[in-house]
């Protein structure tokens, strides 16, 4: 596989700050790679020194084997970017920003422009100050698309769009993957990166903490398995690669490396499994296990944790609030009853999450 | 409410009054101090350079003139109308000491600047507020609905009290016998009154339309208008000055008559223009205009997507505001023309002068005078488009545009070919008006030609304001403001130069004092040359600094 892009130790300050401090990147051609970190992380400034917007004070970058700083013109006609604060001008219509911002990049595609605006139910008419930030958003996408840029550059483009809007957006990159452009998506929708990314890159302060594909991530953490057996459950203790097991009669409920799952159930199966179900760390769980040690600074440790540990289903969303909560094992936090509980399971998480950063 | 004992049993609860009757003005009061906190740099800088400009001004005014006999013959100088349209009304002459040499030849001047100031104030704390989307967030708190004009108009008036009376105090100190106490605080509270005004001025201007920018050329454009009566009145018969916040301000007559009656001329005017502005806030929806917005086009036209075509058409709005006021000025001068000859063929001290300046006829020293203001207004128009990269920079805007396949180079370069050419535009548009007028009002039908020409002449003057303007840019991004410095000094410098006497060398220092004054002087062809090689180089050197620095994001 050839590469789009290949950043190694990019350095950038801004004054005092570090913004980045060693970033590594590669993006593979015809891939979409998830750019993962929370605000302040360097995505953007990454995105930024790619474009060559930013001049980069050390390490080496390379995107569609030219210079970002000093290919920048020649780059710029090869791929498309939307930022993830779209400013228009005040008295331009959306649909003439379209045009301008695809144009400029070198063509325009018209039929599939005014296809996307269709699809993105965007007014073309109105003038750019009248836009929300969902719909100066959406004409950056639409701009963006009706090219045949053969890499985009998408810096947390969806921020401000409806639900709606964030399904069609989703479809529009699958089909650009599918035509065989490569996509790199800043974001913190985990279920977006979920469903679009071939693989993604974990950064923090500036530096790459983890990358590869999310299956490959998942191997390295712990999968949660509950399971309801006909004989209460014993011995788990003593099993290579079982985190925290939890007996509550019929009910089990541990979290395993993914090596060791296997054995795990091997040994649930000798006392009759009833049901079971298990997943795969969500994402939330691979970026807290980065950042649990942030969290727990800024008082949302217990929270977190929670989650994590009674989260049956994954997936995005869920807070402490979440559907885990109402299940007969959960009491309604607050209460007394529900305390011990909470220990507990705050404990079984701590293994795979917060624990392996401390 | 669980844990406390309700003694009696739960009653229905009174109904409350509506918030809006409670007062539309409430939290007004916060307002003004979080406004004066946002402005306390910006304000002592406004109030402290005026101040000493016009405390500096008497000072060499009371050093050059200190004799009676220099001082009738300032006097007889300051008559002519070419003087009289650029400072104040004639009655000043009849005693002109030190103290009234001051009101008439400063006060318009600065009043143009307290006008900029107040307008400024205005629209910072309301309109812009608004389009940034921060004055939902105060309005959605406990701030009745007409707290931040309110608020806006009472920084704007304690900033122009603030201001009256540090002018006043500050001539006052000076004792110097004529600039008595009287006359010091006439002529400081003669700004507060034109401040005032304007600021009323610019709190209607801000409800009719959505942007800060917009509402305040279109109240600035309005000080224009105010400038170009008096200076027609003042000329004339004096009857249009009357219709102006700037001639009512004047004729206080501050060191002569010490009138305190047309600053309350001012107070009124304020008071009834803000009563419209107020009703008028409710019938517009926070962050619209009185204008509705329209439909624009689906998709942009050919030459939009051209770097130099997207460039006009972010220039185009402010090109034809500056178009039509040249025009309106170059008119109302060029009018003036024919009376310009009877006026001064009285005043044979005038005629010898223009003598020694190379035989040239008095319309044409009063031409080459003018030309100068119809410059400097046209550099204001040059140095914002120069500008405008850099606002585009800001807002963030740039960023999309340069992400694409257009390079640095012809991004700004677009920009640079808009702003000289319009800026030479403009100069034409001026002088032609000024010409066309002249040649009615004179009946000398060459003048249309020679006056254009030489307002063209001013060109590589323009030129080398948009180069410093770029080289800033490139250079130094978040000084560009220092820009500003090329109009208003050569203004200053052109404008009160010849009467403070300043030497030479200050004159040489503005771009604008190198340009052959035409009519009256032969058209040179060298200075020109160096202006426009000098601008070339200008724009050169902060182009390879602009290709080279970051681009600044927020």
Redo the contacts between chains.
């Keep these: 596989m050839t590469t789009a892009i290949d950043v190694t130790g990019l350095r950038k300050s801004f004054g005092r700050t570090r913004a980045l401090d060693g970033l590594d990147l590669t993006v593979g051609t015809g891939e979409v790679h998830g750019f993962l970190g929370p605000n302040g992380a360097g995505k953007?400034t990454t995105i930024?020194v790619l474009?060559g917007?930013?001049?980069a004070d050390g390490g080496s970058a390379r995107m569609l084997g030219g210079d970002p700083w000093k290919d920048?013109?020649a780059l710029?006609?090869r791929?498309a970017?939307v930022?993830g604060?779209?400013?228009?001008?005040?008295?331009?219509?959306g649909?003439?920003?379209?045009?301008?911002?695809a144009?400029?990049?070198?063509g325009l595609d018209r039929r599939r422009r005014d296809e996307l605006v269709e699809r993105f139910d965007l007014d073309?008419?109105?003038?750019g100050?009248?836009y929300s930030k969902g719909n100066r958003q959406k004409v950056?996408i639409v701009a963006a698309l009706a090219s045949d840029a053969e890499l985009l550059?998408l810096d947390e483009p969806t921020a401000g769009l409806d639900p709606l809007m964030e399904v069609v957006f989703q479809d529009v990159v699958t089909q650009a993957k599918e035509a065989g452009r490569t996509v790199l998506l800043s974001s913190h929708i985990l279920a977006q990166v979920e469903k679009l990314c071939d693989r993604v890159s974990i950064i923090r302060q500036g530096r790459t903490v983890q990358s590869g594909t999310l299956a490959g991530m998942r191997h390295l953490t712990r999968t949660t398995v509950e399971a309801r057996t006909a004989r209460p459950v014993t011995g788990l203790d003593g099993l290579p690669g079982v985190h925290g097991p939890r007996v509550d009669g019929d009910r089990v409920h541990f979290t395993v490396d993914g090596t060791h799952l296997d054995g795990a159930l091997r040994a649930l199966g000798a006392f009759g499994i009833r049901a079971l179900t298990s997943h795969p760390p969500t994402l939330e769980e691979l970026m807290l296990r980065h950042y649990g040690d942030e969290l727990a600074a800024h008082g949302h440790h217990a929270a977190a944790d929670d989650d994590m540990g009674d989260g049956p289903t994954g997936g995005a969303g869920g807070g402490p609030d979440g559907g885990p909560d109402g299940e007969p094992g959960g009491a309604p936090a607050g209460e007394p009853g529900g305390a011990p509980r909470e220990a507990t399971a705050g404990g079984a998480a701590q293994g795979p999450t917060g624990g392996a950063t401390r | 409410m669980s844990s406390t004992t309700v003694p009696a049993p739960a009653a229905p609860p009174a109904p409350r009054r509506p918030a809006t009757r409670v007062s539309a003005l409430a939290g007004a009061g916060v307002l003004i101090r979080f406004g004066l906190r946002r402005d306390r740099i910006r304000l002592p800088v406004w109030l402290i350079s005026l101040t000493l400009a016009s405390a500096l001004t008497l000072r060499s005014l009371a050093d050059l003139y200190d004799t009676a006999e220099g001082r009738a013959s300032a006097a007889r100088t300051a008559g002519s109308p070419a003087a009289i349209a650029t400072s104040g009304p004639r009655h000043y002459l009849s005693d002109y000491t030190v103290g009234s040499m001051l009101s008439h030849q400063m006060l318009g001047f600065t009043a143009l600047l307290v006008g900029l100031m107040s307008v400024l104030i205005v629209t910072r704390h309301t309109r812009a507020e608004e389009e940034t989307g921060r004055a939902e967030l105060l309005r959605s708190a406990v701030v009745g609905r007409h707290a931040q004009l309110a608020a806006a108009l009472a920084v704007a008036a304690a900033a122009n009290v603030g201001l009256a009376l540090l002018i006043a105090g500050s001539l006052a100190a000076q004792g110097a016998g004529s600039a008595g106490l009287a006359g010091a605080l006439v002529y400081g509270f003669a700004h507060a009154g034109v401040g005032i005004a304007f600021a009323a001025v610019a709190a209607v201007t801000v409800q009719t339309t959505a942007h800060a920018r917009g509402a305040s050329g279109m109240a600035l454009a309005v000080i224009g208008l105010a400038y170009a009566l008096r200076a027609t009145g003042d000329v004339g018969d004096g009857t249009l000055s009357w219709l102006s916040p700037i001639g009512w301000a004047q004729r206080t007559y501050a060191f002569v008559d010490n009138r305190w009656w047309p600053i309350l001329l001012s107070l009124a005017f304020a008071a009834a223009v803000s009563a419209v502005a107020f009703p008028l806030s409710t019938r517009r929806d926070v962050g619209a205009g009185l204008r509705p917005a329209r439909q624009g086009r689906r998709s942009a036209s050919w030459a939009l997507t051209r770097p130099a075509g997207f460039a006009l058409r972010l220039h185009r709005g402010m090109l034809l505001g500056f178009g039509a006021g040249l025009l309106v000025l170059g008119v109302m001068y060029g009018s003036l023309l024919g009376d310009v000859e009877d006026l001064l063929g009285s005043l044979e001290e005038y005629r010898r002068t223009l003598e020694a300046l190379g035989g040239t006829t008095v319309t044409e020293a009063f031409a080459s005078m003018v030309m100068l203001v119809l410059a400097i207004v046209a550099a204001v128009q040059v140095a914002m488009a120069a500008l405008r990269p850099r606002a585009e920079e800001s807002a963030g805007r740039a960023e999309a545009l340069l992400a694409t396949g257009l390079s640095r180079d012809r991004w700004v370069l677009a920009h640079v070919t808009v702003g000289a050419a319009g800026g030479t535009l403009l100069l034409l548009v001026a002088g032609l008006g000024f010409g066309a007028a002249g040649a009615v009002a004179t009946g000398d039908g060459s003048l249309v030609w020679k006056l254009a020409g030489a307002a063209l002449a001013y060109a590589p003057a323009l030129w080398f304001t948009l180069g410093c303007a770029v080289a800033l840019f490139g250079r130094l991004p978040r000084q560009t403001g220092l820009v500003w410095l090329v109009p208003v000094y050569s203004f200053a410098v052109g404008y009160l130069g010849q009467l403070l006497r300043f030497p030479h060398w200050l004159n040489n220092l503005s771009p604008f004092g190198h340009v052959p004054r035409l009519p009256a002087a032969e058209l040179e062809w060298t200075p020109l040359l160096v202006l426009t090689a000098l601008a070339a180089g200008l724009v050169w050197f902060g182009l390879a600094g602009f290709r080279r620095r970051d681009l600044e994001t927020s």
């Design positions: 953007s930024r474009l917007l930013v001049r920048a013109v710029h006609r791929l970017y930022p604060d779209v400013e228009l001008w005040p008295n331009l219509t649909g003439e920003a379209i045009d301008l911002l144009r400029l990049r070198g073309p008419t109105k003038k100050r009248a950056a550059l």
